[in-house]
């Protein structure tokens, strides 16, 4: 059986999402979880859900990162947080994966440098799935885990991201495109020109650059880029959709018959906001580590924290850091010719 | 009387929105257009449309320049295109601004290479304009004229924007900001830390950094970075108003419910969709070049273009130009100090 470390610390809810969402991942996904956290509180809030027979067992851990800890601080001077703990378990092979919908930034250095890299890999990249406008979604990497990256490591984040796809979102062969800007004079800077012509080399299936605009087109699967880009990217798709649903609102005081249409039409615009929510796809999966992490929005509630788990579960049995190691070894054995 | 030399086969709904895009302006701004294009098919439009006594003229140009021409090719290859025709009535002092709403990349070329750019600029920028939530616009440069740019680079694109705040968009004192990411680890990239320490330096009011999300929440009037990244940003905004507007139609065929709902809203959704297109404003200026140069969306109607020649005649009665050399020698100054 699978067995995941939960960080029930991490959240805005926690730990009573991280306990919900636990209890519905052991009842239905047939997974191990160690909720890891303050033992009491955990304890506590375990103490009020029905989980006889769940294999749930706590963790005890001393102290909790926050949101407004830095990310350094926080790896550095919280050794006994939940996040820290957890990364040991898996570190120590008592877990497979981490599970934390705590301060990205602190989850992503605890795990980078607790769990360490894969040895083909020159640094994880951060993977966040974008809904598009073909009911699926377009995952791009890296959001933030990286800036100032090289042509070889979107090389790897297009292995990563493509294996990725292909286990969670079951496309046979994801279509992999570099996201660049459309101008011919420029096509692209210097690192997507680069990149381009290394991707180029892959057996996997890159059909080309694509620009901004595609991102929600729903026309490739898995866009790679440097954090620095994918971050913007993120967050400017994050803030826009926070933007158009408070003008809408805004809008509904301007005549009765917007404010009618305002209320009808919110369930829509809600199940769209819903939709571009990356808790509702588990959270984005730092890839590339020792150890499957999945790091959920501070957003999270128990579905979200159950789909983290449901993904982490899925990514193991997947044998995943597995495969990546493997297929970028042929990427390096096929690049020496 | 200010004179504005207007590419007449540019858009999407040419010639007949520029025609009437210029006799509007001319009528209501007290500006002097030049109407540059195939004659016959100028003349032929104007003539559907009262413009006796108004102070335009049609310049004969025997090309025209798709949006299917490359940039470089549409550059060097077709030299007698309106757009090159009005850029050289520029140089020559027969007009003092080019409005373009034609192919962008073709446009920046040529209004750079037939223009050039002023002494103290390196690159000229693209400036956009977003809406944002405070119902104002943010304005970001650069967005697709550059990339891999310098941090002094980043730092005349800081002066050029406030400056072009200033004139068109009325704040005293507009708060410049540098696009970066939020994660402590990496607070920017090489570039950011570079371009942060000399914007401090600057005496205009440059708040710091702001990431993607804070675009749309209008705490800042003026956003610079890298074109790379302002094009990214600017396509994926509107790519995400595209996807959202399809996602709402599409929500209608859900219920009957979502369907009068939508059919109410729409308005509001409509409204906001408008004011993100950024012919609203006038379009979109590449600053930094000798001669004021307005570049229009490819979907400008009458009004945008009518709007995009009234920033072109604002920016030349402010004396613009002069004010962006002047200030720059001074921030070159103070740098030596």
């Not at 800890?69 to 981490?98: C, I, N, T, W, Y």
């Not at 990249?125 to 070889?152: Q, R, Y």
């Not at 209320?263 to 829509?268: C, I, N, Q, T, Y």
Request: charged share 25%; glycine share 10%.
């Amino acid at each position: 059986m699978t067995t995941i470390a939960v960080d029930a610390m991490g959240g805005d809810h926690a730990p009573r999402a991280e306990v919900e969402g636990a209890i519905l991942a052991a009842r239905e996904l047939g997974v191990r979880i160690l909720l890891v956290g303050i033992e009491a509180t955990v304890r506590q809030e375990l103490g009020r859900h029905g989980h006889r027979g769940l294999p749930i067992e706590i963790v005890n851990a001393t102290d909790v990162i926050t949101m407004s800890d830095s990310p350094s601080q926080a790896f550095r001077r919280k050794k006994e947080s939940s996040v820290h703990v957890a990364a040991r378990l898996v570190r120590d092979g008592k877990a497979e994966a981490l599970v934390s919908a705590g301060n990205t930034g602190a989850v992503m250095t605890v795990a980078r440098f607790v769990l360490g890299t894969l040895a083909a890999v020159d640094r994880p990249a951060l993977a966040a799935a974008f809904p598009n406008m073909k009911e699926k979604v377009t995952v791009i990497l890296d959001v933030g885990a990286n800036v100032d990256s090289k042509a070889e490591q979107i090389e790897q984040f297009a292995v990563m991201g493509e294996i990725y796809y292909r286990t969670i979102w079951g496309a046979k062969r994801p279509r992999v495109a570099l996201l660049s800007i459309g101008e011919e004079e420029m096509k692209g800077n210097e690192l997507t020109r680069e990149a381009a012509a290394r991707l180029k080399q892959l057996s996997l299936n890159f059909v080309g650059n694509v620009e901004g605009r595609d991102v929600f087109r729903g026309d490739v699967d898995v866009i790679v880029c440097d954090g620095f880009i994918g971050n913007i990217a993120l967050k400017i798709s994050e803030g826009l959709v926070e933007h158009i649903g408070a003008m809408l609102k805004k809008a509904i005081k301007s005549s009765l018959k917007s404010q009618v249409g305002y209320v009808l039409s919110k369930d829509a615009f809600d199940s769209f906001r819903k939709r571009t929510d990356s808790s509702e796809y588990g959270g984005a999966p730092l890839l590339g580590v020792r150890g499957i992490t999945i790091i959920g929005h501070g957003r999270s509630n128990a579905l979200a924290v159950k789909n983290a788990i449901r993904v982490a579960s899925e990514l193991c049995r997947s044998r995943f850091n597995e495969k990546i190691e493997q297929e970028l070894s042929a990427a390096a054995v096929a690049a020496r010719g």
